[in-house]
T-cell receptor, first 115, second 114 residues
Framework: AQSVTQLGSHVSVSEGALVLLRCNYS??????LFWYVQYPNQGLQLLLK??????LVKGINGFEAEFKKSETSFHLTKPSAHMSDAAEYFC?????????????FGGGTRVLVKP | KAGVTQTPRYLIKTRGQQVTLSCSPI?????VSWYQQTPGQGLQFLFE???????NKGNFPGRFSGRQFSNSRSEMNVSTLELGDSALYLC?????????????FGPGTRLLVL
């Protein structure tokens, strides 16, 4: 079974500073990895996904993530935080199984951006 | 192209009642998955439907059930509601079975059980 761990349930960054959200996964087979963002009272919006084409994945809103197999990590970064980045971010893993497929989510990291 | 729609957006029920939630996927998408989001347990997978067949199921009691219609629309039913069923229920659709496919989420149905 796969699992996802997001280090830090809350992260506070200053506007213009680097955003770094950590995600480690556990999977016995090559995973597909996703980052989603959730704004208050809304559903989840895909930021980016890794499907083995390239280890550095660029997403929307200036976010990117790097897949590191040796570290089983898929950390999300953005060079310069904007006030509009305040939201909750979820890392998720999907594995193709005989029983079917599903997304397994991490616990989420809530980002606060200080002016 | 319209996104995933969920109805109703908000529901208040009392313990013991049952509830049915509806999800209309993006046009052309054949896979629909359901998730429960609570502050304590986070996002948890309920089930996935593809071509009217349940393909995978999460660790939820039998009170939680679902179905998918020939037009890919899906419904989720919770019977004998408990206080702990209060949650945001999210529906997601994808072109094919989830895996590498991106799942697109609806805005959710917020259920409050009193």
């Amino acid at each position: 079974a796969q699992s996802v761990t997001q280090l830090g349930s809350h992260v506070s960054v200053s506007e213009g500073a680097l955003v770094l959200l950590r995600c480690n996964y556990s999977s016995s087979v090559p995973p597909y990895l996703f980052w989603y963002v959730q704004y208050p009272n809304q559903g989840l919006q895909l930021l980016l996904k890794y499907t083995s084409a390239a280890t550095l994945v660029k997403g929307i809103n200036g976010f990117e993530a790097e897949f590191k197999k040796s570290e089983t990590s898929f950390h999300l970064t953005k060079p310069s935080a904007h006030m509009s980045d305040a939201a909750e971010y979820f890392c998720a893993v999907s594995v193709v199984e005989a029983a079917g497929n599903k997304l397994t989510f991490g616990g989420g990291t809530r980002v606060l951006v200080k002016p | 192209k319209a996104g995933v729609t969920q109805t109703p957006r908000y529901l208040i029920k009392t313990r013991g009642q049952q509830v049915t939630l509806s999800c209309s996927p993006i046009s052309g998408h054949r896979s629909v998955s359901w998730y429960q989001q609570t502050p304590g347990q986070g996002l948890q997978f309920l089930f996935e439907y593809f071509s009217e067949t349940q393909r995978n199921k999460g660790n939820f009691p039998g009170r939680f059930s679902g179905r998918q219609f020939s037009n890919s629309r899906s419904e989720m039913n919770v019977s004998t509601l408990e206080l702990g069923d209060s949650a945001l229920y999210l529906c997601a659709s994808s072109l094919a079975l989830a895996g590498a496919e991106t799942q697109y989420f609806g805005p959710g149905t917020r259920l409050l059980v009193l």
